[in-house]
Structures are given as C-alpha cells and as structure tokens.
C-alpha cells in the first residue's frame, strides 16, 4: 500500500488541512514495470482475478494448459511518471529575455 496524491488535489485554492493524498496500491511483478493501481481498480481486479481461478478450475487439464502460456491478464502497460510536487514558476521574464536561475520550491 502507498500514497499518491491525484492532479486534481493538486491546486493553490485547496483548503488547508484538507486530505490530499489517497490510498494505492503499489503492484510489483517479475520482469515488468511497477504499477500503481486505485483501491477500486484493486477491487475490480479481485473480482476478475475470482472469476478467472474459478474458471480455471472448472476447466480440463488440456485448457490448463493453455491458458498457462498467455500473457498475464492483469498487466495493462501504463507510462512510468512520478509527480513529485508542484511548483509556481514565474514566466515573466520570458518577455524580456532575460536569463532567471532561481530556486523553485517544490
């Protein structure tokens, strides 16, 4: 379990003291990338993951098989970024082209 803070959360007129990160689940596997999935996205995939051992067991040992040498059900290819916070950056200085090196709180 981990937290992440959604982009919606993520906005200057939030009230302070207002819960800003929410509860994810980090899922790690052999050989791929790590992915963060939302506690519903969890849930849904627990009803498949039923749904698929049921079947599974149900099924003959020719199907057995088979359905052993197929890509995991479970893995949705997701691009890796990682906010790490927000910053406020002033472009004004963009008009007068000008060089600004200054450090941005994050």
Known sequence: VTLQIPAANLNANRKRGAIVSEPAIQVKRKGKSTQVWTIEKLENKLIDMRELYQEWKESS??????????????????????????????????????????????
């Open 61 to 106: 040992q020719e199907m057995k098989r088979l359905t052993g040498k197929r890509g995991d059900p479970f893995y949705e290819a997701q691009e890796n970024h990682n906010l790490i916070g927000v910053a406020n950056v002033f472009l004004e200085c963009l008009f007068c082209d000008v060089k600004l090196q200054y450090a941005v709180p994050i």
